[in-house]
């Protein structure tokens, strides 16, 4: 397994959809999940709606949320987009689960996490607002960028 993130920039958004965190209002900020779009898909590429054990096929600019999952097949390539411009590249053969994104309102930091349950990744993200933070969970480690700082877990 290869982790990799590049601290790079792009511009483009996806657009966030409300809803409340009950630990963010109890700090006096309120949170939004937001969604990740399918920038490209090379291949045999299959996601997984959240609640659902059924595969579909992956289309260029399907929004992915929270508890989606991707797969790539042999020879197979996805590129997610974020909604403040980064991205993250899934290689052939990986199973990737979305994690949590979220955006604080009043900060406008952002949490993004994927879990990577096989495969490879490869992450350009623009630099993140204080408090901000980017992670990759792996089944045997955790990587993760805080604002500017990297971590190896």
Avoid: Y
Wanted: proline share 5%; glycine share 8%; net charge negative.
């Amino acid at each position: 397994m290869v982790f990799l993130a590049l601290v790079a920039g792009c511009d483009n958004g996806c657009g966030p959809a409300p809803v409340a965190d009950a630990a963010a209002e109890d700090a006096g900020e309120q949170e939004i999940v937001v969604s990740a779009r399918l920038l490209a898909a090379e291949g045999k590429v299959a996601v997984r709606r959240s609640q659902t054990e059924e595969w579909i096929p992956a289309a260029a600019g399907m929004a992915l949320q929270v508890d989606d999952s991707l797969r790539t097949q042999r020879d197979a390539f996805a590129t997610l987009q974020f909604e403040e411009g980064g991205t993250l590249r899934v290689g052939p053969e990986s199973l990737v689960r979305i994690t949590d994104l979220r955006l604080q309102v009043r900060s406008q930091a952002r949490r993004s996490t994927f879990t990577v349950e096989e495969g490879r990744v490869e992450a350009e993200l623009l630099p993140l607002k204080p408090a901000g933070e980017f992670r990759i969970r792996t089944p045997s480690a955790e990587a993760s960028l805080n604002h500017r700082e990297v971590a190896f877990q």
